[in-house]
């Protein structure tokens, strides 16, 4: 069995120095071979949407530089890229993001994952498209953002792992896995193809996001970052720490089997040995709908009866389409008075819509019961 290692900072702010000490001891103490003679890195943050750093819901553009400073000194060539959400503007992202001013200060490659080639590789039965960037780099350091989910529970670096999907590729998957149990395995499928490519995971955790994550929620100060080269392990001991259970993430047992690790056999810092987040918010995350599937038949069907959440469109909508471009089933469509609108028949909770929205105008309806689940 192996015995897997998390690494875990406690730092205040964004303070690159502070940032290049925590990033450079971890990678100098890499056995991987690859770090000495591979030419390329990828570097794949979480770049969820055209979000700023304020906002908690991508990887800050100072851990993403303490990384970058750290490969250039090693002479090696530095790509930089994911795929966001949805039918986001690429470039908008990389703006809002800091990805260019990164770009502009430092001989990095800016990687549209959206539009590179991709392969169509098989895992188990389940057919992904995974991009070639991924194929063409010996050295892949996946930065994922600490934060909640709403159809995951909770994002991490497995999850952080779907930006690897080419563009709105992930909507198909959404459509096509709608509920959280075939979601997870899904997830799975994209671990099992691309954990031998991963050389290294970080989670920053500086500042994260509680509540109604991953975009929509409340950005929270954790001041936490965490890495290793084993992502089940990384996110065994950051969801812990927010206060989850591994039952509560359905892809999360599938990984450390995957990967041979007994969850008591990861290794922590001594200081962080039984280390608790106070405070944080997780409630409106953990009731997913597939827990009724742990109810009587009969029992179930009576609760999903009292028990439904749909999202609807608010006033705060500023007409950008986003919504009726992402959804991956049509369920969102322009009306009359010129707004979208939602047809909860046929929506299937994916949530991309609360996700993706860049003016949080996407609200969650709930019944009586929800309510009192769900903040």
């Given at each position: ?306 028990y439904y959440y749909y999202p609807v469109v608010s006033q705060r909508c500023v007409r950008c389409g ?54």
């Amino acid at each position: 069995m192996k015995h897997p290692t998390v690494q875990i900072r406690a730092i205040d702010n964004y303070d690159l120095p502070v940032l290049e000490d925590a990033i450079g001891t971890w990678f100098s103490e890499l056995r991987d071979n690859k770090i000495k003679r591979s030419k390329r890195v990828l570097i794949k943050p979480n770049l969820l949407g055209a979000y700023p750093p304020e906002r908690a819901v991508t990887t800050h553009p100072k851990v993403l530089e303490a990384i970058i400073r750290y490969f250039l000194s090693l002479k090696k060539e530095v790509w930089l890229g994911d795929s966001p959400g949805g039918s986001v503007s690429v470039k908008k992202v990389w703006e809002t993001c800091g990805l260019n001013d990164l770009a502009e200060r430092y001989p990095i490659r800016l990687v549209n994952l959206s539009t590179e080639k991709y392969r169509e590789l098989n895992y188990e039965g389940t057919h992904v498209k995974i991009s070639e960037a991924l194929f063409k780099c010996g050295i892949v350091i996946n930065v994922a953002k600490y934060k909640t989910h709403s159809l995951m529970a909770f994002t991490g670096a497995l999850k952080n792992l779907y930006g690897l999907v080419p563009g709105m590729v992930k909507s198909e998957y959404h459509r096509l896995n709608p509920d959280t149990k075939s979601f997870a395995e899904m997830l799975l499928a994209i671990y099992g193809l691309c954990r031998s490519k991963i050389t290294f995971s970080i989670i920053d955790g500086i500042m994260g996001m509680d509540g109604a994550g991953p975009s929509a929620g409340n950005p929270k100060h954790f001041g936490l970052l965490m890495g290793s080269d084993s992502i089940p392990a990384l996110d065994t001991v950051a969801s812990r720490m927010m206060g989850f259970k591994i039952k509560d993430l359905p892809y999360l047992w599938g990984a450390l089997h995957m990967e041979g690790i007994i969850p008591s056999h990861i290794q922590v810092p001594h200081s962080f040995l039984h280390h608790s987040i106070p405070g944080v918010d997780i409630r409106i995350v953990k009731m997913r709908k597939t827990g009724l599937n742990y109810l009587p038949r009969t029992l179930g069907y009576a609760f999903k009866k009292v028990y439904y959440y749909y999202p609807v469109v608010s006033q705060r909508c500023v007409r950008c389409g986003v919504c009726v471009r992402s959804c991956p089933v049509e369920a969102i469509s322009w009306q009359e008075d010129g707004y979208p609108g939602v047809d909860k028949d046929k929506c299937i909770k994916c949530m991309c819509c609360h996700e993706l929205c860049p003016t949080q105008a996407i609200d969650i309806h709930k019944s009586f019961v929800a309510k009192r689940f769900m903040k």
